[in-house]
């Protein structure tokens, strides 16, 4: 679709809930997003311009995967986050029929950089770096501690479910992967139980959906894997390696230190973290990934996306089986 017919239905929408905008320019879509998609644009304002993301489900798209908490659940979880000062960008308008513009919302658009390798390697990033992790169990708090009462209505996920949910994928590729295999068997043994407490948990939070600048977490994006669970599946998605980007010595995304992310989330929450859930999380996070490249490949190898990004990322299960082995029996020193 060509850049003129959203243009033109931002031109018409815009100055219906943007007092005095005079109208849109700009108007580009952003990589990535197989069935939503990501348009950045510059509303006009005498005040000055607006720097503005629109995220929406084109029309005619169907509702939104299982696991996915759909784009008006994305909206309200956005605004509350702002409202309660966590990182997040502030939500301008939740689209409407009358928009025509499909399902989803309009966000302000945050300066930053989301690309791992810049953010993990550029000087631009160096006097930051050592605090980020702590900064990161700040913010993860702060997302814990939104309250339950004013949540949209969320699909609520445990490490049981969890582990039947992958062991079906798994069936489903009719692929042995012995490693994965093992990973389960771990799992199920290693099972901590139900959480004491049930909260919000991002489901996605790491490199690629945190925006951030020389001065630190500018945003945290994405919201779309947003469940109701174990908040402590958050701490250890982000220690993930394959988030680490060749950091393998800095846990947490590449650039700090478990104890970093610990002594933030303590110190924001008031709550012990437990660090054997942590790993548990690790784990699954591991696990969860490597089947995901497993069915990125099946993708790139029946059907119908052949493209390069597929192939790519679908030999990247072969890290994450190293990567369970280290987790499940780490070599001794």
Not at 63 to 68: H, M
Not at 129 to 141: D, M, S, V
């Amino acid at each position: 679709m060509s850049s003129a017919p959203i243009a033109e239905l931002l031109s018409r929408s815009v100055p219906s809930w943007c007092p005095g905008a005079t109208g849109v320019v700009d108007a580009k879509r952003l990589s990535g997003g197989a069935s939503q998609e990501t348009w950045s644009f510059d509303i006009a304002h005498p005040d000055g311009v607006i720097g503005a993301i629109l995220r929406r489900a084109p029309p005619g798209y169907g509702a939104a995967p299982g696991r996915a908490a759909g784009l008006d659940a994305e909206a309200v979880l956005m605004q509350l986050a702002y409202d309660a000062g966590v990182p997040s960008p502030k939500v301008l308008h939740v689209l409407r029929a009358a928009d025509e513009l499909g399902t989803g919302f309009i966000m302000q658009r945050v300066a930053g950089e989301t690309i791992p390798r810049k953010i993990l390697r550029d000087d631009e990033f160096a006097a930051i770096r050592p605090k980020l992790a702590r900064q990161c169990g700040e913010i993860l708090a702060g997302i814990h501690g939104l309250p339950a009462s004013v949540l949209p209505q969320l699909r609520r996920m445990d490490a049981a479910a969890e582990v039947a949910e992958l062991q079906r994928e798994l069936d489903n590729f009719g692929w042995p992967r012995p490693v994965f295999e093992l990973a389960l068997r771990w799992l199920r043994d290693h099972d901590p139980g139900p959480s004491e407490r049930v909260t919000l948990v991002h489901g996605d939070f790491r490199h690629g959906n945190l925006m951030i600048g020389a001065d630190g977490v500018r945003a945290v994006l994405d919201w779309e894997l947003a469940h109701l669970g174990d908040p402590m599946e958050d701490l250890g998605w982000i220690c993930v390696n394959s988030w680490r980007f060749g950091g393998i010595d800095k846990p947490v995304g590449g650039f700090g230190a478990y104890e970093d992310l610990f002594a933030g989330y303590e110190a924001a929450s008031g709550i012990k973290v437990d660090a054997a859930r942590v790993k548990f999380w690790e784990v699954m996070g591991t696990l969860r990934w490597g089947v995901m490249c497993v069915g990125m490949m099946q993708r790139f190898r029946i059907g119908p996306d052949h493209s390069m990004e597929r192939a790519m990322i679908g030999r990247r299960a072969s890290e994450t089986e190293i990567d369970l082995l280290r987790l499940l029996a780490p070599r001794r020193s």
